[in-house]
């Protein structure tokens, strides 16, 4: 099995930046997308941003320019900086990674437990 464990979200005020990571453990024999998405009180989750295994990049709309995502290989953990942060920028955040996994080399998604960010003065 796989666990993914993430860190880094609390309160902040207007403006204010904050470091999310999560990082893997367990049979892995590699990952290849590794994803961020958010979900506000009684909306849907939405992606973020996500990096590839060849660390290609890609960002919602709504947080070009703020936010910036990148992954530690040899960690297995993929951070997401989050700067200029607005009160629209609070949810509860949840990493995704598409890990392949033994015996099959089957790709499967596993989700993070989610950490809260919450924007407010």
């Known amino acids: 099995q796989v666990q993914l464990v993430e860190s880094g979200g609390g309160l902040v005020q207007p403006g204010g930046s904050l470091r999310l990571s999560c990082a893997a453990s367990?049979?892995?024999?590699?990952?290849?997308?590794m994803g961020w998405y958010r979900q506000a009180p009684g909306k849907q989750r939405e992606l973020v941003a996500s990096i590839s295994s060849r660390g290609r990049t890609n960002y919602a709309s709504f947080v070009k320019g703020r936010f910036t995502i990148s992954r530690e290989n040899t960690k297995d953990t993929v951070y997401l900086q989050m700067n200029s942060l607005n009160l629209e920028d609070t949810a509860v955040y949840f990493c995704k990674f598409e890990v392949v996994v033994p015996p099959r080399f089957m790709e499967v998604d596993f989700w993070g437990q989610g950490t809260q960010v919450t924007v407010s003065s």
């Open positions: 367990g049979r892995i024999l590699s990952i290849n997308d």
